[in-house]
């Protein structure tokens, strides 16, 4: 008699599971990213993460935020990597020959520019701090990737007050974390997040932030967004003169339907004729 309940609920705790991974997977994978610097790290610390949060689905189910919960797995599970990474890099530099710390002194330019090797500089603590507190958005020019793999992107900003970021998918889309950063202004105020995707369940939700609002876009766990060309609109509006979106940025994490990990990043600055 005590059974059959008990397979019922079997069920819908492995769905709940699914929605949250399909959910949330993209942009821990995102965060990770951002602490580790490696792509394919980035994405075992977030399986691993996950893995995590399915052992103990019953309480991070009950937490307050369940994405907060998997973000801390995600920072502790970073910490232990890096902490690896130390060990390792002390090893090797016993065994190197000498002067192999004059090669490794030289500048990088464009590592010293990327906002990546500024929070490596950080101690773990403070970078998943900053990370965690102030998730960044890439983009701001000299810092864009607006095409990876199957996806191409691009951002515009409209007399109408609103910023649209256009993508291009050459392939399904079965992840898609989508989130546009508008700085904030004297006067700005939100007015709705919208899409022109009809087939698939995105969730629109706008964030407050002291420095900025961020418009995030997220594929339905479950839902595949067929190739083709969508657009994603933050409007906003703006009191007095016109707002200059030149500090508005965009960045999307996802998977196509080959697993081909997507990453774009651009803005809303005046393109060169």
Not at 25 to 49: H, R
Not at 82 to 109: E, Y
Not at 125 to 147: F, I, K, N, S, W
Request: one cysteine or more; a positive charge.
């Amino acid at each position: 008699m005590c059974l059959l309940p008990i397979r019922k609920a079997i069920p819908l705790r492995d769905a709940a599971f699914h929605a949250f991974f399909e959910q949330h997977y993209a942009g821990l994978s995102g965060l990770a990213y951002l602490m580790t610097g490696e792509s394919s790290v980035a994405d075992d610390l977030a399986s691993d993460a996950l893995t995590e949060v399915w052992q103990h689905w019953d309480r991070v189910a009950a937490a307050g935020d369940s994405a907060a919960y998997a973000r801390g797995i995600v920072a502790n599970l970073t910490r232990r990597w890096i902490r690896r990474q130390g060990l390792a890099r002390r090893s090797l530099r016993l065994l190197a020959p000498s002067g192999s710390d004059q090669v490794r002194s030289q500048p990088d330019v464009p590592a010293v520019l990327d906002v990546r090797s500024a929070l490596a500089r950080l101690p773990h603590r403070r970078r998943a701090c900053v990370v965690l507190r102030y998730p960044a958005v890439r983009g701001h020019p000299g810092d864009t990737q607006v095409e990876k793999g199957s996806l191409w992107s691009d951002g515009s900003a409209g007399a109408a007050r609103q910023s649209t970021v256009t993508l291009k998918a050459g392939a399904d889309i079965t992840e898609l974390d989508l989130t546009i950063r508008v700085a904030m202004t004297p006067g700005l105020a939100d007015q709705g997040a919208t899409d022109d995707v009809a087939t698939a369940g995105i969730t629109a939700t706008v964030e407050h932030r002291s420095d900025a609002l961020l418009y995030h876009f997220v594929l339905g766990a479950g839902a595949t967004l067929s190739a083709g060309t969508y657009a994603f609109t933050a409007r906003y509006g703006q009191d007095g003169a016109t707002r200059d979106a030149g500090d508005d940025t965009y960045e999307a994490f996802g998977y196509d339907v080959n697993r081909k990990r997507l990453h774009v990043y651009g803005n809303f600055a005046a393109k060169a004729k």
